[in-house]
């Protein structure tokens, strides 16, 4: 497979042509959804789950060996993610704003710019899990380590190393707010 | 000139001509691209500018052979003469001399340059101004690609100085507007850190939700039930 960036760039690039074609209005409710999930998930899923593990194999009388926490952690939250984004798509509009978008070149660009914001959440977010947990996907032969030049550039960027976790609470409070402003 | 006071110059100038756009709207700007895209042909040797020189040169070679005897042999029907005044003519050197060919073409690349304001002045029509701004932005890059080299600078900032074709002069302004449209995200990681994303996210979250025009209900229910009204 290629490099990791190509994947995000791709995962970017989708969710911008996702906004363009569904309207950035409903795009707001993914993202606020995303928020949702990045807040627990950094909050709450990464600092917690490896206690939860360890309890769980200690039942069983089996050792957790490192490697696998971090499987356990990489493969849950992406999947949580994923799961969160795909309901948020598949007819969970609950959290989609209200009104007409912008018609136009106005429309188009707030489309891509939402779409961007999107795809830089979900991408990133999924990039992070795999690089706080040192790229469980390469024992799946999916990935070739080490990351270029532009991949390790580009993963000093990625969401939660940027903003504390606190933050997303804070922009789902702010996407209801100006939800229900109107 | 120090690359990032560079760059802030011509942020600058983007800045001006992003307004200009603002100003003159879509249809104002996308006559100035025209006449743009027409001074970078003319203004590199290699598109059109050679071929410009040449036909310039070949109708002062016209011009002498007339004001030397060829209306009189027009006049008088002896085409036969008209050989004899070519092969004179031909022997005189041309109009532009070949040591001149860059700064001349530089004179026209400049005259179509200032020619394009005016022209987008005169062609000012009611339009959109977003994309005024747009075609402003774009106008203003490639002004900026035909000029910064020829006033010795550019190194660091265009990717090739002197562009074979046309298509790597435009692969050479893509690639300028990138760095200059990444350079103020990179002066506001700079300045703030990793807060810069706060505000970027911030920006787009409530530039996208304070332009949503009325309606009460959400654009999903909206989708439904005209689905539901086409079934």
Not at chain 1, 127 to 144: M, R
Not at chain 2, 41 to 69: A, E, K, Q, Y
Not at chain 2, 158 to 164: D, H, I, K
């Amino acid at each position: 497979m290629g490099p990791l960036e190509i994947l995000f760039l791709t995962i970017f690039i989708i969710f911008i042509l996702i906004s363009l074609a569904r309207g950035y209005l409903r795009e707001l409710g993914v993202t606020t959804m995303i928020f949702v999930a990045l807040f627990l998930i950094t909050e709450f899923g990464v600092p917690y789950l490896p206690q939860l593990l360890e309890r769980v194999y200690d039942f069983f009388n089996v050792t957790l060996t490192t490697r696998a926490e971090q499987h356990w952690i990489a493969i849950t939250f992406s999947l949580l993610l994923i799961l969160v984004v795909f309901a948020s798509y598949a007819g969970l509009n609950t959290f989609a704003f209200r009104g007409v978008p912008q018609k136009g070149f106005a429309g188009f660009v707030i489309g891509v710019l939402v779409g961007a914001l999107n795809g830089y959440l979900f991408g990133g977010t999924l990039w992070w899990l795999q690089d706080i947990t040192y790229y469980p996907v390469v024992d799946l032969g999916i990935l070739l380590l080490p990351l270029t030049i532009t991949g390790e550039t580009l993963a000093q960027y990625l969401p939660p190393y940027l903003v504390p976790p606190m933050f997303w609470a804070v922009m789902v409070m702010i996407m209801l707010i100006l939800r229900v402003r109107r | 000139m120090d690359e990032t006071l560079l760059i802030i110059l011509l942020l600058f100038i983007l800045g001006i001509f992003s307004w200009f756009g603002y100003t003159r709207m879509f249809i104002g700007m996308l006559a100035q691209f025209s006449m743009l895209v027409m001074a970078a042909l003319v203004g590199n040797p290699d598109w059109l500018g050679d071929n410009v020189i040449s036909i310039i040169n070949r109708m002062w070679m016209l011009f002498s052979m007339m004001l030397n005897g060829g209306f009189q042999i027009i006049a008088g029907g002896d085409f036969g003469q008209l050989n004899e005044i070519y092969a004179v003519a031909e022997l005189q050197p041309p109009l532009i001399l070949p040591q001149n060919r860059d700064i001349v073409l530089f004179i026209f690349m400049l005259l179509l340059i200032v020619g394009s304001f005016f022209v987008a002045n005169k062609i000012m029509k009611k339009s959109s101004r977003l994309l005024g701004v747009f075609f402003g932005l774009v106008n203003g890059l490639m002004v900026i690609f035909m000029l910064l080299p020829v006033l010795g600078g550019g190194q660091g900032i265009l990717p090739t100085l002197e562009p074979q074709t046309p298509l790597e002069g435009i692969l050479g302004i893509f690639q300028m507007a990138t760095k200059l449209l990444l350079v103020p995200v990179a002066i506001m990681f700079e300045v703030l850190g990793s807060w810069a994303i706060v505000v970027i996210i911030l920006a787009i979250v409530i530039l996208a939700a304070s332009t949503a025009r009325g309606g009460k209900r959400s654009a999903a229910a909206k989708a439904s039930s005209s689905s539901s009204g086409n079934s």
